[in-house]
């Protein structure tokens, strides 16, 4: 993503770090430039990847754990499968389109004017493309068959657990996930922190492994709406249609929480609106 950048003055004055400059809302001329294009191609093969080789291994544990329930990788193996793939996919492309494959992110970052509308809105459309055809790819490997009668990785609400519960855990951990990106990539931390190093990616997989392993029992986790819409279309059953809606508007609602809290709490946001308010008022 294409950004110029401000100084920010440390208390003492020095220009330690600096922060990109807010994007404009809506950014017409971006349309003219390779550089978005690329981005967006980056983040349609990126979610097909993410969502291909994820579901495989949904599908091929399924079918692994019939005759041979000891041999299949288990969720814990699911989940290294989302987590992992997160990290590889982030690290690839994170230098072109900032690594989102996640709407959820995408809307996060929008929010807090990291990205326009415009960018904001071909990333998604990516995104979702992207994960159709990973869905159906895996569906196409596997067999219609074995696709279908295995749930074809489709994020479902599971049985005994509420919509409010299943509605939940996607908001807490779509938050988890969020304020994981905003933290890994604040260019404050990274030079008020500088004596850890940290690779982005690697953070920011770790999340994704571990939400899964709290939330697979609840909804398969889906955190990231373009990864529940993709097997939702190509499997295309009355119950994954029936709880979608759940994989949509809780990590849309944790994504804008985690924003706000990294934002306003963390990055002292609120601190500083609130003291240029009280300058203005003469207190």
Known sequence: MDTCHQSIETADGKKDYSDPVPAPFVNAGELGKWSLYRAVIAEFVATLLFVYVTLATVIGHKREAESQPCGSVGVLGIAWSFGGMIFVLVYCIAGISGGHINPAVTFGLLLARKLSLVRAALYVVAQCLGAMCGAGLVKAFHGAHWYLRYGGGANELAAGYSKGAGLGAEIVGTFVLVYTVFS?????RKVRDSH?????????????????????????????PARSLGPAVVYNQRKAWEDHWIFWVGPLIGAAAAMLYHQLVLRAGAAKAFASFRNNQHF
């Open 196 to 224: 850890v190093p940290v690779l982005a990616p690697l953070p920011i997989g770790f999340a994704v492994f571990m939400v899964h392993l709290a939330t697979i029992p609840v909804t398969g986790t889906g955190i990231n």
């Open 184 to 188: 890994a990539t604040d260019p404050k």
